[in-house]
C-alpha cells in the first residue's frame, strides 16, 4: 500500500525497506514480470531498498531521516524569510527639496 501511494506521487519521501533475502524474489519476478508486461515502471523499483538485517535497515532509515530534516529546516527558514519580507514595512523615497 506505502509503494502504491509513493508510486502514485500521494507520499512523498518515505523509505521503503524490506528486510530479508527473502524479498529478492518478489523484486525478481516484479522485474521479470511485471515491468517487461508494462504494468509497472522499472524506476518504481527504486522506491524500495533490500537490506539483509536489522542494523541495515536502521541505517538506512536514519540516513533518509537526516535528509528530511535537513529540507524541512530550509524549508523552514525560507518560509520566515518570505514571512519576513511580506511584513516588513514598504521603503520610502525621501522628497527631494
Known amino acids: 500500500m506505502v509503494w ?8 512523498t519521501e ?3 525497506v524490506l528486510v530479508g533475502d ?8 516484479m522485474r521479470r514480470e511485471m515491468v517487461s508486461r508494462r504494468l ?9 531498498s533490500l537490506v539483509t ?6 541505517a538506512r532509515i536514519e540516513r533518509h531521516k537526516e535528509g528530511f530534516d535537513a529540507a ?4 523552514i527558514l525560507e518560509r520566515r524569510r518570505a514571512s519576513r519580507a511580506e511584513s516588513a ?3 520610502v523615497e525621501p522628497v527631494a527639496r
Open 14 to 16: 518515505r523509505p521503503v
Open 53 to 58: 538485517s536489522i542494523d541495515q535497515a536502521v
Open 89 to 91: 514595512p514598504p521603503s
Open 22 to 29: 527473502m524479498w529478492r524474489g518478489l523484486l525478481d519476478w
Open 40 to 48: 509497472m515502471d522499472a524506476n518504481d523499483l527504486e522506491l524500495v
Open 4 to 11: 502504491q501511494l509513493l508510486q502514485v506521487g500521494f507520499l
Open 72 to 75: 524541512r529546516e530550509q524549508i
